[in-house]
Structure formats: structure tokens, C-alpha cells
């Protein structure tokens, strides 16, 4: 066996050696560009509906804020009128103001809440597309290294006809 023949199937075999490699990572860096551009996708999803659940909350508790308002101004036109009669009606519209002020402070509770958990969201999204873009360079590198070791291939197959 000549040198050149050997030297050429050494080189053939670590460039097939790196090939497979490449490939096997490629793959591999496919699926995962895949699956997290998928989760990616669901999760910004997910955060439209937490939105929309968080305005719904804000408009409800606007609502109930809205109500307690208005029971407020009954019971001071019934006062204002001074019938003593009306009286029982003035606590009854002060107590459902009371309960109106208490499901509008629930309903502020849970849109913060909610507030919160879009806040945390947001951010884990911006990390997944940092992860993403970084998965998607590191398969750009791969690629342009499966391509030298091809182009070597190439070099040390046609050298060795020579």
C-alpha cells in the first residue's frame, strides 16, 4: 500500500468520522429549532389569552367600581331628601356599595395578578427567541463546518488521483 493511498484513507476517515458528527448534531439542532420555534409559538398563544382574560378582569372590576359609584350617589340623593322614612333605604345602598367596592378590589386583585404572570411570560419569551436564535447560529456553524470538511473530501479525493 503506498503512502499517499494511506495517507488519504486516514484522512477519508477522519472526514467521514466528522461528517457523521456533523450530521448527527444537525439533525439534532433541527428537531430542537422545531420543537422550541413550537413551544414558542403555544406560549405567545397562551400570553394573547392572558391578555385578554387580564382586560376582562380590569373591565369588570371597572364595571363593579361603576356600580359602586352610582349606589353612593343613591344614598346621598335619598339623604338629601330628609325623609326619615328613607333611611332604611339609604343603608340598604350603602351596603351594596360596600359589596360592589369589595368584587371590584377581587376583580383588581386578579387583574394584577394576572398582570404579574403576562409580566413573567413576556420575559420567558424573550429568553426562548434568545434561544432560539442562538440553536439556529449554532447549526449555521455546523453546516459551514460539514461544508469544509465536504470540500476536503473533495481536495484529498482528487490530489490522491494524481
Excluded: C
Amino acid at each position: 500500500m503506498g503512502f499517499w493511498s494511506r495517507i488519504k484513507r486516514i484522512f477519508s476517515t477522519n472526514v467521514n468520522a466528522a461528517l457523521d458528527a456533523v450530521e448527527d448534531k444537525e439533525a439534532a439542532l433541527d428537531q430542537l429549532v422545531k420543537d422550541m420555534a413550537g413551544e414558542h409559538r403555544k406560549t405567545k398563544g397562551m400570553l394573547a389569552e392572558l391578555i385578554v382574560h387580564q382586560k376582562k378582569l380590569e373591565r369588570d372590576a371597572a364595571k363593579h367600581r361603576q356600580n359602586a359609584e352610582n349606589y353612593h350617589r343613591k344614598a346621598k340623593a335619598i339623604l338629601s331628601d330628609d325623609d326619615e322614612s328613607n333611611d332604611y333605604l339609604a343603608r340598604e345602598a350603602l351596603a351594596r356599595k360596600k359589596d360592589e367596592e369589595k368584587v371590584s378590589a377581587q376583580y383588581g386583585a386578579a387583574a394584577k395578578q394576572q398582570g404579574d404572570h403576562i409580566a413573567k411570560l413576556k420575559h420567558n419569551i424573550t429568553s426562548m427567541e434568545r434561544k432560539i436564535s442562538t440553536a439556529k447560529r449554532k447549526k449555521q456553524i455546523l453546516m459551514a463546518k460539514k461544508k469544509t470538511a465536504e470540500t476536503q473530501m473533495k481536495i484529498a479525493a482528487s490530489t490522491s488521483h494524481t
